[in-house]
């Protein structure tokens, strides 16, 4: 059996009581280390609160891992008890889809056990899931990359009314440029985490190029940091004032505000941004 286990956002502890009979009986555990980290995934003894917790030696799973070697995992799972470790939801985000559909090509079952995602725990910020559009990513711009198809779908969304999450740039074990050109052992980048600041000059800087006011420094933002954890922040605001807010340690995440209910009104009024009129 493969077993893909949400870990939800928050600590180890976040897991449900199913996932974890899971992870008890599986004789491998592997955890996926490249879309996202739990909060503690982020520090020196993150992975082992994990093995104390769920009592089992983890391996880490990084992009190459499971992009290249996913294989001899599944074949493990033929005979054995395997779980997968999956911050969030397996199907949130970032779905896993295509381990789903090797596993049960090989004829592997496969079970999986849900928890909670970024996708609904925005939630919090009082603005109503049913009435988000297109989810979509920001990636971080480089000199000679600055992609913005994002525009066209925040366009989109706000001309019905809706909301857009915008989930931010994680780069975690990316190869140097000079490794990848010189072949042989790759370096890698150190990991960086896009900040809610980040993401809202460069909407900026794509809203100048294209100057169609799909959105502009008055606009209405929630910014989320490290969503779930018992030290999350969620501040309600102006594009311009979230611009100059410390918003601390990565996860971050955006929701651009659409049309509000007034019940959506007097949640977002607990997170206004201090300065706020």
Not at 57 to 71: H, N, W
Not at 188 to 200: H, Q, S
Not at 209 to 231: I, Q
């Amino acid at each position: 059996m493969l077993y893909i286990i949400g870990l939800g956002l928050g600590d180890e502890k976040d897991i449900t009581l199913r996932g974890l009979e899971a992870v008890k009986k599986s004789q491998k555990v592997y955890m996926e280390a490249y879309t996202s980290l739990l909060s503690f995934g982020l520090s020196p003894d993150g992975l082992s609160n994990l093995e104390k917790f769920y009592g089992k030696p983890i391996i880490l799973a990084d992009r190459e891992m499971v992009e290249e070697k996913a294989g001899h995992m599944i074949e493990e799972a033929i005979h054995n008890d395997v779980a997968f470790l999956v911050v969030g939801d397996p199907f949130g985000a970032t779905t896993h889809s295509d381990l789903v559909v090797r596993a049960k090509k090989l004829g592997v079952k496969v079970e999986v056990v849900h928890n909670a995602s970024v996708m609904n725990a925005v939630g919090i910020c009082g603005l109503q899931l049913y009435h988000y559009g297109e989810t979509v990513s920001i990636p971080f711009f480089t000199e000679t990359w600055r992609p913005d198809s994002f525009y066209e779908k925040i366009k989109k969304n706000r001309a019905l009314g809706l909301h857009t999450l915008c989930l931010l740039d994680i780069r975690v074990k990316e190869p140097t440029f000079e490794s990848l050109c010189r072949g042989g052992k790759k370096q890698y980048e150190p990991p960086r985490y896009m900040t809610v600041n980040t993401a809202i000059e460069q909407l900026l800087e794509v809203e100048q190029k294209h100057g169609e006011s799909v959105y502009g420094e008055e606009t209405e933002c929630v910014g989320f940091a490290r969503l779930g954890s018992e030290d999350q922040t969620i501040v309600a605001g102006t594009m311009k004032q979230l611009e100059s807010v410390d918003f601390g340690a990565p996860l971050h995440c955006l929701v651009i505000v659409g049309e509000t209910h007034p019940v959506e009104e007097e949640m977002l009024e607990f997170y206004r941004h201090k300065n706020a009129d």
